[in-house]
């Protein structure tokens, strides 16, 4: 394809893509060109893109969409009758380039004798609400303080780096930290500060100051000192993985050793996609736990429930996901390798309408079985989680703790302190953002297995159980049953709005239980 072709090709494209947002915007309202040119527009995003646009005025009742392509060539075909000293590789492409190159030069030059409208901007520091765009408020980013101020303090002093596998960040040992010593500065253009792939911003469309409560972002999950989760590489065999391999395994003529789990298939689509029905299945499993009678033991419920302990439940045997990781031949693009490869789509925390707090939502629609993010957080014992959640500090009830069970994979016993838990209070990731939903979630979280292929220790990560809209809530059942207040998480009103919520029905039931007893009283 030659230069031009491209260059058209990369304009169109962005024009269909989603429109800008933690955007700055600027305009020129009156066309200096008397034409048909109404009004012209840029906008630039935190995520380093920048949007011109046209609007122009025709006659509709004859109009028909043109073609981008046909319509740079009419440009040029101008052009070239009317400027008799264009060069001869003009193109319209090249000068959208010139134009963007444009765009750096003059915005990275603040002093730039071309910067004749910095006092519509305000180099970004401050929080301003820009016009919605498609329903969405264009927030310019901040360095947002959390309630109470304070100093952003460096997290990085308090992390102790075990030497046993280096390559894995996992390999961190958290120290507790209670939470009133945690940073209170996040930084809105990008909570992760840098330590994902792509930037995830803070909004707040309601203008309150309020930010989110503070924590420590991290992108792979921290061990605490007492969880019993070995992951140093010497303990994973060849067998565990696909030593033969190259390049990527997805295309290999037969499955490699990682997909055994799954039985020969891999869970993945060469589009990086989880399949329909291992989402389908995964979505059953975790909502429907009676029509599937893989259970066991569950020795959590043993140390919670008081003497004489009650009847085991018992607890699922998941589903999961079995990754190619570092131990294996093929390379880091490797098919097989989703979750490890860190966030790809464009996030965003926002505060939600309706009283849930702080939500997660995508800028751009997702497919099903797209992966979205994992549940970070520190992984605890339970012991350790149940005298966390004895302290009154951390009781504020910012997160929800989810429950990874005990060597799910096996049928044997495992001791108390072997039930592992994901506490994202103090150290987590964006997925400490996403709200609960009854039932009809668009997230499922499934187990992946990177570099602990003996069941005691998983990944957990949040995949699309469906189509999801952009700037959809993204929402996942917590499995909560509204009814058990022991739940370390401490039980809340849910306000979920779906038309199958388990919390709300429970409220109603309550509320109308005290109007009987008023009644009789
Ligand atoms: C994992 S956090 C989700 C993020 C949280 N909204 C925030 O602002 O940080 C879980 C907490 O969010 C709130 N929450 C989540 N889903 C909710 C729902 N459906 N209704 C009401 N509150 C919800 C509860 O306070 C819960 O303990």
């Known amino acids: 394809m030659g230069k031009q072709a491209q260059n058209r090709e990369r304009s169109s494209d962005s024009d269909h893509t989603a429109v800008m947002h933690n955007t700055r915007t600027g305009s020129a309202d009156e066309c200096t060109h008397e034409a048909r040119c109404l009004h012209t527009e840029i906008a630039s995003s935190t995520m380093g893109?920048?949007?011109?646009?046209?609007?122009c005025n025709i006659d509709p009742s004859k109009f028909r969409m043109p073609s981008l392509e046909a319509v740079f060539r009419?440009?040029?075909?101008?052009?070239?009758?009317?400027?008799?000293?264009?060069?001869?590789?003009?193109?319209?492409?090249?000068l959208i380039?010139?134009?963007?190159?444009?765009?750096?030069q003059v915005g990275n030059d603040h002093t730039a004798e071309y910067n004749i409208q910095s006092d519509s901007f305000d180099n970004g520091r401050n929080l301003q609400k820009e016009p919605m765009m498609?329903?969405?408020a264009l927030v310019k980013p901040i360095a947002c303080i959390s309630r109470g101020g304070g100093k952003y303090k460096s997290v990085e002093d308090s992390w102790i780096l075990e030497t046993s596998d280096n390559d894995q960040a996992n390999s961190m040992v958290a120290q507790h930290l209670a939470p009133s010593h945690l940073s209170r500065t996040h930084d809105a253009?990008?909570?992760?500060?840098?330590?994902?792939?792509?930037?995830?911003?803070?909004?707040?469309?309601?203008?309150?100051?309020q930010c989110p409560s503070p924590f420590y972002y991290k992108q792979r999950n921290l061990v605490s000192q007492k969880a019993y989760a070995n992951i140093s590489a010497a303990r994973i065999g060849d067998e565990d993985g696909c030593a033969d391999c190259f390049g990527n395994c997805l295309s290999a003529p037969i499955p490699c050793a990682c997909a055994r789990e799954t039985g020969g298939e891999f869970t993945y689509t060469p589009d990086g996609l989880v399949r329909a029905a291992f989402i389908d299945e995964c979505f059953s499993v975790n909502l429907f736990p009676e029509r599937h009678r893989n259970f066991f033991c569950k020795p959590l419920e043993r140390s919670r429930n008081e003497a004489p302990p009650e009847p085991c439940r018992g607890q699922l045997v998941r589903k999961v996901i079995k990754e190619c990781w570092s131990k294996c031949g093929c390379n880091m693009q490797c098919g097989?390798?989703?979750?490890?490869?860190?966030?790809?789509?464009?996030?965003q925390v926002f505060f939600t309408q309706e009283g849930k707090g702080w939500g997660l939502r995508a800028f751009d629609e997702l497919p099903k079985g797209a992966f979205v993010c994992e549940y970070v957080g520190e992984l605890l014992t339970s012991m350790e989680l149940h005298e966390r959640t004895s302290q009154k500090a951390h009781k504020a009830g910012y997160t929800y703790p989810v429950d990874l069970g005990a060597d799910w994979g096996s049928e044997g016993v495992s001791k108390d302190v072997e039930a592992l838990f994901l506490d994202a209070t103090i150290y987590g990731n964006v997925g400490r953002f996403i709200n609960h939903r009854c039932y009809d979630a668009n997230l499922v979280g499934i187990p992946v297995e990177v570099e602990t292929p003996g069941h005691h220790y998983y990944h957990l990560a949040l995949f699309t159980s469906k189509k999801v809209e952009a700037f959809e809530e993204l929402t996942w059942d917590y499995g909560i049953n509204f009814d058990d207040d022991k739940h370390p998480g401490g039980a809340f009103q849910c306000l979920c709005g779906s038309r199958y919520c388990r919390g709300r029905k429970r409220h109603r039931n309550r509320g109308k239980a005290a109007v009987r007893v008023r009644r009789r009283g």
């Open 336 to 347: 097989n390798r989703v979750v490890q490869r860190g966030i790809a789509c464009n996030l």
């Open 134 to 136: 498609n329903g969405a």
């Open 74 to 94: 009419m440009v040029e075909d101008k052009c070239f009758r009317s400027y008799k000293s264009l060069p001869p590789n003009f193109s319209i492409g090249s």
């Open 97 to 104: 380039n010139e134009i963007c190159e444009c765009v750096e």
């Open 189 to 209: 253009s990008d909570i992760s500060r840098g330590e994902e792939k792509v930037r995830i911003s803070v909004v707040n469309e309601f203008g309150s100051d």
């Open 49 to 55: 893109e920048v949007k011109m646009s046209i609007k």
